[in-house]
């Protein structure tokens, strides 16, 4: 069964700073991963993806990631924190060779300090 | 394109009620899914419709149910409303079971 893991419900960064959000995945097939932002009383917006193409994966608003399957991961970083980017980050798996269900983690809540 | 809408935004229902909720896809898009999203629970999956069908449920009591038109627009229900189900419901598309899903602005369910 899939599943992901958020490490940190809440980060906090300084302005300027790196952020680094955390996302470990389990599946018993290569996934497809997403990274998705939501921001206040609004849907979810896509960040990113990976779909078994390129490893390093770069998104929208200066966001990557990287897809290790040696450490099932999918962190998502950006190297310079903007304030606008304080919101909800969820990850999510996807099985492409079953169900196609979405997994979402159960979010990072990331918080730009000036 | 217009991007993913759904009916009513805002809601408010007392406990017993039932409800019904409204999400309109991207054009073109053939799968649609439904998410509980709460403070406690996260986001939750419910289920997803694909050209009429059900191909996914997640676990939730047969009080919600679903269903996806022609069109592929989609309607979910919810019977015998419980202080528990206040939470923001959000619907999201999908050209097919490949591609990533796009988000609509969510209903936000209140049950007093």
């Given at each position: 069964a899939q599943s992901v893991t958020q490490l940190g419900s809440h980060?906090?960064?300084?302005?300027?700073?790196?952020?680094?959000?955390?996302?470990?995945?389990?599946?018993?097939?290569?996934?497809?991963?997403?990274?998705?932002?939501?921001?206040?009383?609004?849907?979810?917006?896509?960040?990113?993806k990976y779909t078994s193409a390129a490893t390093l994966v770069k998104g929208i608003n200066g966001f990557e990631a990287e897809f290790k399957k040696s450490e099932t991961s999918f962190h998502l970083t950006k190297p310079s924190a903007h304030m606008s980017d304080a919101a909800e980050y969820f990850c999510a798996v996807s099985d492409p060779s079953g169900t196609y269900k979405y997994i979402f983690g159960t979010g990072t809540r990331l918080k730009v300090l000036a | 394109k217009a991007g993913v809408?759904?009916?009513?935004?805002?809601?408010?229902?007392?406990?017993?009620?039932?409800?019904?909720?409204?999400?309109?896809?991207?054009?073109?898009?053939?799968?649609?899914?439904?998410?509980?999203?709460?403070?406690?629970?996260?986001?939750?999956?419910?289920?997803?419709?694909?050209s009429e069908t059900q191909r996914n449920k997640g676990n939730f009591p047969g009080r919600f149910s679903g269903r996806q038109f022609s069109n592929?627009?989609?309607?979910?229900?919810?019977?015998?409303?419980?202080?528990?189900?206040?939470?923001?419901?959000?619907?999201?598309?999908?050209p097919d079971r490949v591609n990533e899903q796009f988000f609509g602005p969510g209903t936000r369910l209140t049950v007093l």
């Open positions: 980060v906090s960064v300084s302005e300027g700073a790196l952020v680094l959000l955390r996302c470990n995945y389990s599946s018993s097939v290569p996934p497809y991963l997403f990274w998705y932002v939501q921001y206040p009383n609004q849907g979810l917006q896509l960040l990113l | 809408t759904q009916t009513p935004r805002y809601l408010i229902k007392t406990r017993g009620q039932q409800v019904t909720l409204s999400c309109s896809p991207i054009s073109g898009h053939r799968s649609v899914s439904w998410y509980q999203q709460t403070p406690g629970q996260g986001l939750q999956f419910l289920f997803e419709y694909f592929s627009r989609s309607e979910m229900n919810v019977s015998t409303l419980e202080l528990g189900d206040s939470a923001l419901y959000l619907c999201a598309s999908s």
